[in-house]
């Protein structure tokens, strides 16, 4: 059974730090792995998509690691800003049919 | 946007009442899932249909069924509302892996 977890649970930065966020998973069997940000008793915004073929994908500030035979990703966020104010949740994909197996979030904040 | 819409937003529900929650995709995107996110937890796979069948399912109870159309849109129905059902509900469609969500639907069983 495939189980995500997410570290840390809560993180509080000052605005401009760099950070990273950690998600892991027990079954390396994976399609894709996704990164998503949901603002507070909203839907979830989709924010990079690795597939399991690939190492990173960055969009912007952010960057996204994927090693497989780890079960580890990472999510860097460049010089952060308050709107990215957040919880990030990651999820993992094992292919047509199957569902998205997510992570219970980080939950970010960023003081000015 | 992601192209998916949900309504409504919010509902208040009693226990013992049933709840239709309604969602419309993408054109194109054949598959829809919903999921169920407790507060201050990840969301929790209920169901995926694919081109009108049921395809997958979590481990929720026979009393959530849903429907799936061919004009993309879908339906989530719970019958027998329990306190325990109060949470976010969210549709998502996908295309080639990638998963589009839904703002959900707040619903709240008192």
């Given at each position: 059974k495939?189980?995500?977890?997410?570290?840390?649970?809560?993180?509080?930065?000052?605005?401009?730090?760099?950070?990273?966020?950690?998600?892991?998973?027990?079954?390396?069997?994976?399609?894709?792995?996704?990164?998503?940000?949901q603002?507070?008793?909203?839907?979830?915004?989709?924010?990079?998509?690795?597939?399991?073929s690939?190492?990173e994908?960055?969009?912007?500030?952010?960057?996204?690691?994927?090693?497989?035979s780890?079960?580890?990703?990472?999510?860097?966020?460049?010089?952060?800003?308050?709107?990215?104010?957040a919880?990030?949740?990651?999820?993992?994909?094992?292919?047509?049919?199957?569902?998205?197996?997510?992570?219970?979030?980080?939950?970010?904040?960023?003081?000015? | 946007?992601?192209?998916?819409?949900?309504?409504?937003?919010h509902?208040?529900?009693?226990?013992?009442?049933?709840?239709?929650?309604?969602?419309?995709s993408?054109?194109?995107?054949?598959?829809?899932?919903?999921?169920?996110?407790?507060?201050?937890q990840?969301?929790?796979?209920?169901?995926?249909?694919?081109?009108?069948?049921?395809n997958?399912?979590?481990?929720?109870?026979?009393?959530?069924?849903?429907?799936?159309?061919?004009?993309?849109?879908?339906?989530?129905?719970?019958?027998?509302?329990?306190?325990?059902?109060?949470?976010?509900?969210?549709?998502?469609?996908?295309?080639?892996?990638?998963?589009?969500?839904?703002?959900?639907?707040?619903?709240?069983?008192?």
């Amino acid at each position: 059974k495939q189980e995500v977890t997410q570290i840390p649970a809560a993180l509080s930065v000052p605005e401009g730090e760099n950070l990273v966020l950690n998600c892991s998973f027990t079954d390396s069997a994976i399609y894709n792995l996704q990164w998503f940000r949901q603002d507070p008793g909203k839907g979830l915004t989709s924010l990079l998509l690795i597939q399991s073929s690939q190492r990173e994908q960055t969009s912007g500030r952010l960057n996204a690691s994927l090693d497989k035979s780890s079960g580890r990703s990472t999510l860097y966020i460049a010089a952060s800003q308050p709107g990215d104010s957040a919880t990030y949740l990651c999820a993992v994909h094992r292919g047509y049919g199957n569902k998205l197996v997510f992570g219970a979030g980080t939950i970010l904040r960023v003081k000015s | 946007e992601t192209g998916v819409t949900q309504s409504p937003t919010h509902l208040i529900k009693t226990r013992g009442q049933q709840v239709t929650l309604r969602c419309s995709s993408q054109s194109g995107h054949n598959t829809v899932s919903w999921y169920q996110q407790a507060l201050g937890q990840g969301p929790q796979f209920i169901f995926q249909y694919y081109r009108e069948e049921e395809n997958g399912r979590g481990n929720f109870p026979p009393r959530f069924s849903g429907l799936q159309f061919p004009n993309y849109s879908s339906e989530l129905n719970v019958n027998a509302l329990e306190l325990d059902d109060s949470a976010l509900y969210l549709c998502a469609s996908s295309l080639d892996g990638l998963a589009f969500f839904g703002q959900g639907t707040r619903l709240t069983v008192v």
